[in-house]
Nanobody, 124 residues
């Protein structure tokens, strides 16, 4: 599975952005897709996950109620709608995939596939 994240940019605090993760590969729609982020000087951290059927999602507490993950299997794309952005959301955002949905904070080392990141900068 190949993944490509896009949609990052510069936004003011309180604003919104929508990230996209385009997947390609023969069975890409069957994979569980996660979003991670890595702020400067910090470790990569889990943000959200969505099961292949779209009915199951799980979020990190830091983004719950502000971010929404969704997927369009017809387009092989997963989205991360980010609202009420804060300066502490500034990071490079990555999408990653594996074959298992677990409603918990996943470790980056658990992922099978990674896309290149997209930078989100939130100004105060």
């Amino acid at each position: 599975v190949q993944l490509q994240a896009s949609g990052g940019g510069l936004v003011q605090a309180g604003g919104s952005l929508r990230l996209s993760c385009a997947a390609s590969g023969r069975t890409s729609s069957n994979y569980v897709v996660h979003w991670f982020r890595q702020a400067p000087g910090k470790e990569r951290e889990f943000v959200a996950v969505i099961g292949w059927g779209s009915s199951r999602t799980y979020y990190a507490d830091s983004v719950k109620g502000r971010f929404t993950i969704s997927r369009d299997n017809a387009k092989n794309t997963v989205y991360l709608q980010m609202n009420s952005l804060k300066p502490e959301d500034t990071a490079v955002y990555y999408c990653a995939a594996d074959s298992v949905f677990i409603a918990t904070m996943r470790s980056p080392g658990d992922m099978d596939y990674w896309g290149k990141g997209t930078l989100v900068t939130v100004s105060s």
